[in-house]
């Protein structure tokens, strides 16, 4: 049974960094693309950025120029460097990847203080 498991969230003052990651486990081999979405209170899910295996990139513009994703296919994993934070960031975020369907994380709270 295909996972997807995320880490790396907590509370961070405005302007500082975060870095997910997210790890897929399970049977499969090869994974499409892998992405972050993120859930703010009382807000819809949105798409923060992408990565395709060829590695592709595309970003909200919200995040272009502050956040980078990355993948390591090796190790099954997806990255979100998150850099000069702001309180708008805070939200859970939740990884999701294509593995012979779609799948989603937990979830992992960002918290950015002002």
């Known amino acids: 049974q295909e996972k997807l498991v995320e880490s790396g969230g907590g509370l961070v003052q405005a302007g500082g960094s975060l870095r997910l990651s997210c790890a897929a486990s399970g049977g499969i081999n090869e994974i499409g693309f892998m992405g972050w979405h993120r859930q703010a209170p009382g807000k819809q899910r949105e798409l923060v950025a992408y990565i395709t295996s060829s590695g592709i990139t595309e970003y909200a513009d919200s995040v272009k120029g502050r956040f980078t994703i990355s993948r390591d296919n090796a190790k099954k994993t997806v990255y979100l460097q998150m850099n000069s934070l702001k309180p708008e960031d805070t939200g859970v975020y939740y990884c999701?990847?294509?593995?012979?369907?779609?799948?989603w994380g937990q979830g992992t709270q960002v918290t950015v203080s002002s």
């Open positions: 999701t990847a294509y593995m012979g369907g779609t799948y």
